[in-house]
């Protein structure tokens, strides 16, 4: 601090004491660490440019998109890894196949009986032109390899319907290509699946999953891209009731894309959801009434996020344990809970709301479909609403910083949760060799052994 003269022009000389005093005070600060400043300063400073350069790599990385030529390499590596990932879910799908419940009973004796005319056979009230299609493909290889015919397809079914999580048209709900792979590896291990591993009878399930997934798209740009998606939407909606219930979905694409084009897909929607309903009106359906109360609301909540916390079976197993054992049970609660709240306060609420609504549906409709059984909800029912809780977290993306705290911390959850879901129970499978020889000789009734016993066939000659 310059010296201050209490002589100096303009300074009266009755100011002197009070200078005198502010002099004294300033000597009495200490004198500044300049060194110390300095090395804190390009501390914070180097850590800052650390950060913003962290954030930078990942903000390249969420929107990065390969080219055209990049594209043609990565999408069918990543169908082969995500195909050979699925199978190997399974021990013995390949080495030891069977036909599963209604694969033999129902596709598999109506391909061989009927043929291609066996398409549009109705079965529980419901067409199932897709699965029919796939089972009267499987006769063009040899009877004998029926099982794993039925097994390879159904993969190649459910690969298909998740990599539609990589089409460009999902880059506003899950980012880059980089996001949009990690939703398909994500769906590829969808968590806590058992008869839907694999089987000809399920693939309508995961036919759902790619239904939840164009009606989160945008409009495909090329005409080969909405051929594509048009009759992926009327197969699928013509192959059970899996369409009539994700139906709101293509109106709330309607409402926000308001295109021609998702106008035309609507339309084709809505009529083989309206043929389906003619059919099921036809058929004599028998449902009995379902108990609505508080143990199903336990059983959707178990089924639909137990898989992501501590397993669907351990949260069975601890809930009518004492109160301290419940712990689990409290810990699916408080994810659903989390879950509600980044999809009603994420980036796109309307996206949110409507998974949910949708996986709920799903839910309820095996609820119906099940009648008195339904406290037993297999896994067919819950494939759509547990791929609907990737959806929501993939799409949230929240702005506001409790919200993204709880993001994260979901995030953490499952990732931990996870890896104790993702192997698929072994079954003890019947050995088809047997059988397989009997088919191929044409004058002999055979005994076709299926997964659970009680659904094993006879063959008889005037069946093929």
């Known amino acids: 601090m310059p010296e201050i003269d209490a002589r100096m022009p303009g300074m009266p000389g009755r100011h002197t004491r009070v200078i005198d005093l502010l002099r004294n005070e300033v000597k009495k600060f200490p004198p500044l660490r300049v060194r110390g400043e300095a090395r804190s300063l390009r501390f914070l400073q180097l850590h800052s440019s650390a950060m913003e350069s962290i954030r930078t790599t990942f903000a390249r990385l969420a929107s990065w998109e390969p080219t055209r030529r990049v594209h043609r390499f990565l999408m069918p590596t990543l169908f082969v890894v995500g195909f050979g990932a699925y199978m190997s879910r399974r021990r013995g799908v390949l080495s030891r196949p069977a ?8 596709f598999f004796l109506s391909s061989i009986r009927d043929g291609v005319r066996g398409i549009n056979d109705v079965y529980n009230g419901y067409l199932i032109v897709g699965t029919r299609t796939l089972a009267f493909l499987a006769t063009l290889f040899p009877i004998s390899w029926t099982p794993s015919t039925y097994a390879v397809l159904s993969g190649l079914v459910a690969i298909g319907c998740c990599a539609i999580a990589t089409r460009s048209q999902l880059t506003w709900a899950f980012g880059g290509w980089i996001p949009r792979a990690l939703v398909f590896l994500a769906l590829v291990f969808l968590p806590q699946i058992t008869e839907t591993h694999a089987t000809l009878t399920n693939t309508i399930w995961w036919g759902g999953v790619g239904l939840l997934l164009i009606g989160l798209s945008d409009e495909p740009i090329t005409w080969w891209g909405r051929l594509g998606e048009l009759g992926f939407v009327v197969i699928v909606t013509l192959t059970g009731p899996i369409g009539i219930v994700l139906s709101p979905i293509v109106v709330w694409r309607l409402w926000r894309v308001r295109s021609p084009w998702t106008a035309v897909l609507t339309a084709a929607w809505a009529v083989s959801c309206l043929i389906q309903l003619v059919v099921l009106r036809g058929q004599e359906r028998k449902v009995e ?12 909540i178990r089924r639909w996020f137990g898989p992501f916390t501590t397993g669907t079976a351990y949260v069975q197993s601890h809930l009518a344990g004492p109160a301290w054992s ?56 819950t494939v759509g609403a547990t791929a609907s809780v990737i959806f929501i977290v993939a799409a949230a993306r929240p702005t506001q910083w409790p919200l993204r705290v709880i993001h994260v911390v979901v995030v953490v959850w499952m990732v931990v949760g996870w890896p104790r879901n993702v192997s698929v129970p072994h079954r003890e499978a019947p050995s088809f060799a047997e059988a397989g020889r009997c088919l191929e000789q044409s004058n002999t009734t055979c005994r076709v052994p299926a997964i659970p016993d009680p659904f094993s066939f006879l063959v008889t000659p005037t069946d093929r």
């Open 99 to 106: 036909l599963f419940a209604e694969d033999g009973q129902v």
């Open 289 to 300: 009434p379902v108990t609505w109360g508080q143990d199903l609301s336990a059983v959707a």
């Open 326 to 381: 419940r712990l689990p049970w409290v810990l699916t609660v408080a994810f659903a809970f989390a879950l509600f709240a980044i999809a009603v306060r994420g980036r796109d609420r309307g996206a949110g709301l409507v998974l949910l609504v949708l996986g709920a549906a799903q839910i309820g409709a095996g609820f119906v479909a099940l009648g008195p059984l339904a406290v037993y909800l297999p896994d067919r029912y």
